[in-house]
Each structure stands twice: as structure tokens, then as C-alpha cells.
């Protein structure tokens, strides 16, 4: 019988994505990690400690949706943020793909976040993340980098179960961004698009912009 959806191995567009986000300077030293959930709901996430300019398919670890290893070559281990990823696919039924990185322009922006959320600037490119208003208030959950993994997932799952967050993505404060979407190119371009919104804020305070 085949299955009802396509088991089609994600690891080779995981692979290229990471290239492309090294080569954005956004996977530096190791940094960030990518995954794909499967229909079963078991996903491939980026081994730890791997160059993200350099993966092959023996850089990625399968888990299931507990986070316990079910594949993994060479003793491989996953990337110590899978937690973060297991929180968001329970959360977020959409989320098929989740990219996180680790830019300086996400790091400046921590610094603008007022309790806990930061206010995403009013633009056009607000459309490409579901807002379609004109003078958009949208807000992007900033969370503390707590030095335990599972401390960051713990504070997510309490905010999710409160409030879904407006738009595919997180903020972890000195940190990080984390974006997902329903595939690849939903993921890439929701995390595409928060970059941009976080340059253009850098640039709009550094010329007193006020934004
Ligand atoms: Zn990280």
C-alpha cells in the first residue's frame, strides 16, 4: 500500500538549504540547524557539531516526534536544539520545515524586543508572512537564550499553548531565528523575509528612523 504522502527523503534539499544559508554568513562556525518532518511524524535534523557548508546525507539524524534517535550514521548526534524543533511541530500542524540561524542583524534586533516581543517594521514584506493590512501591528515572540536547551523549548511550549504567535517565527534573544513553513520554500522564504524586516531595522536605527 502506499503511504498517503510522499516520504520523499528531504535530506538533499536540507543539505543545499544549509549551503545556501552558510554562504549568507547566517550557519557560521557550526552554528543553527534545519529540519524536515516526515508523515510519520519522525523528522531529520542537522547532526551537531557538522561545517553546514559541507553536509552529506550522513550529517542528519532521524528522530521521532519524542526526540529519540531512530537513525543516525556513523554516531552521529543531533543537533543539541532538537528540542526546540520537537516543540514546534507539536504546536504548529503546518510546520513541515523549520530553518533556525544565527545572524548578527537577529542578534542586534534582540535589543529593540519590549516584553518579550518585537515589533516588526510595517512593510510590504509583511504580505509574504500571512499580514495583509495596512498599517500592520504584527509582533515576533522573543524568547531568553537560556543555557539549557530544554529550558528555551519549556518557555516556548508555555507561550504557544497560550497564544499562537502571528507570524512563522521566533526570536531567541543573543541568539537566533527560527522559521518555519508547510515545505522548504515556505520555510526559506518566511526566514528570508524576517531577516529582512531584521536589516531593515538595524538600518532604520542606525539612521534614527525611529522604526
Ligand atoms: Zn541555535
Known sequence: MQP???YDDPRT?????AREFYRRGWMLGTAGNLSARLPDHSFWITASGRPKDLLTEADFV?????G???????????SAEA???????????EARWVFHVHSVEANLCGHFAR???LRLPPLEMLKGLGVAEAEPEVFLPVFPNFVEVAAIAAAMDEAFTRQRPRVPGVLIHRHGLTAWGSDAHAA??????????FRYLVQARSLALGE
Do not use: K, N, T, W
Open 83 to 93: 528540542a526546540i524543533h520537537q516543540v514546534l511541530y507539536r504546536h504548529f500542524a
Open 4 to 6: 498517503p504522502e510522499s
Open 115 to 117: 516584553d518579550g516581543a
Open 13 to 17: 534539499m536540507l543539505a543545499a538549504s
Open 62 to 66: 532521524r528522530l521521532d516526534a519524542s
Open 68 to 78: 529519540r534517535v531512530l537513525e543516525a550514521a556513523d554516531g552521529r548526534r543531533p
Open 188 to 197: 526559506r522564504h518566511h526566514l528570508e523575509l524576517l531577516e529582512y524586516c
